[in-house]
């Protein structure tokens, strides 16, 4: 696809609860900043914004990147749910990779309220609830927030499918709260034990309150280029995007009556597919992974959508430990959203960032040995599926 793009510049703010955070265009400054000082780059030097963001008015991009510097930039509003984030990334890196600009930002922020995944997504016209109502015959909903009620939903057919112990999911939740107690960036920096975990109260079976990701305020960005640009300043072997993908809903999500594929099953598979046949690469070449764990469920879901276990297999990647340090892949390395947190806009920028920091051996405590390939999974229902292989030669 075009020019090769590079990541030179990553950075976030720490995740925070909602009332704790700055205000959006605060935190968003805070992130790009921290991104253009990663990349040694002053912002007059950037052709182009995207900048992503779920609840907010239409140009809350400008709001902004205006305290950046009034450049006349265009500066790009996007807004695909969960996967905003990634989606901002997709576009900027098809700037570059098209000839249009040289240096460009991405940028996501969002500032949540408390009880944001229940009151939020009250609405009929979201695409959240019209996709809950749509599959409410399949498992009989309860009063839980809709994502909540589909993401468990889902993770009961898989259960039923596979025979898949409750304390299966409450170890992938164990398992992400381990790895950010090494995170400074993370929401979340206290160990939970599994048993800890299935006492928290139940929000949908088999999910309990600590696996479910939490209403979070945060930003982040990274500064993407193309080799010629980063060749003019100085920078060599940046880490860069090796290929990169995104899918939307099938038939399938809706018409086989299956909760797996309503929430992206189908979409992380075929897209993980284009990924891996752009690359030239495939699961087993891949050191660590932050993939999309807004609910337990869809992280054991991911594993197998993405290849790195077979189908069924789950259950036992987790029990043989190849899901995290001295395993097979390392996954969300950043504790993920289920510890880190997910304001929504900011997600696929995040999980970048942290890749980014792999690759390049600046992760402290947390770093992957050896991390040469990485893997994103960014999910929004409604849908998209956005999936990026980055790569450090």
Known sequence: MGRRVNVI????????KPGASDEYNVMAVKAAKAALEDAKVSYPEVEQAFVGYVFGDSTCGQRAVYELGLTGIPVFNVNNNCSTGSTAL???????????????????????????????YTDRTNPLEWQAGLMSKVQGFNQAPPAAQMFGGAGREYRWKYGT???????????????????????????????EIMASPEVFDPLTRYQCCPPTCGAAAAILCSDEFAKKHGITKPVYIAAQAMTTDYESSFKEDS???????????????KVYDEASLGPEDVDVVELHDCFTANEILTYEALGLCPEGGAEKFIEDGDNTYGGKFVTNPSGGLLSKGHPLGATGLAQCTELVWQLRGNSDKRQVDGAKVALQHNLGLGGACVITMYRAD
């Open 259 to 273: 909760m797996i594929k309503m929430v992206g099953y189908d979409m992380a598979k075929a897209c993980a597919k």
């Open 165 to 195: 112990k409750r304390e299966t999911f409450a170890k992938v939740s164990a398992k992400a709260r381990k790895h950010a107690a090494n995170n400074p960036y993370a929401l979340f920096n206290d160990v939970l034990s599994v048993e």
């Open 90 to 120: 997709m576009l900027a890196r098809q700037a570059v990779a098209g000839g249009m600009a040289e240096c460009v930002l991405a940028l996501g922020f969002e500032k949540m309220e408390k009880g944001a995944l229940g009151s939020k």
């Open 9 to 16: 510049g990553v950075g976030m703010t720490k995740f925070q």
